[in-house]
């Protein structure tokens, strides 16, 4: 099982982004999903989080700018970056618990992180 981040990239304050987390292998089920962010010299944060049914949880810092979704199907996450400001400027890692094909319980994933820089 693999987790691939994407969509990250330089972005001037007040704009958007995108980014995609896509688990692949040998999968029978995708539990929660998460988006965890690392500031230079800081550590690693919760940004949001969805379960297989949808629902949600944002860190405070992320509430109102910020929209994770996922299409169960693609066994695909988002997140929906709006009024980025430089604060935001971080590592942005995707993380899963994922059932593999012939398992019968849920392992924790982590994608490599998709850099983030919000700066004019």
């Known amino acids: 099982v693999q987790l691939q981040a994407s969509g990250g990239g330089l972005v001037q304050p007040g704009g958007s982004l995108s980014l995609s987390c896509a688990a692949s292998g040998s999968i029978f089920a995708v539990s929660g999903m998460n988006w965890y962010r690392q500031a230079p010299g800081k550590q690693r944060e919760l940004v949001a989080g969805i379960n297989r049914w949808g629902s949600t949880n944002y860190a405070d810092s992320a509430k109102g700018r910020f929209t994770i979704s996922r299409d169960n199907a693609k066994n695909t996450m988002y997140l929906q970056m709006n009024s980025l400001k430089p604060e935001d400027t971080a590592v942005y890692y995707c993380?899963?618990?994922?059932?593999?094909?012939?398992?019968?319980?849920?392992?924790?994933?982590w994608g490599r992180g998709t850099r983030v820089t919000v700066s004019s």
């Open positions: 993380n899963a618990a994922v059932r593999s094909s012939g398992s019968f319980s849920y392992n924790d994933y």
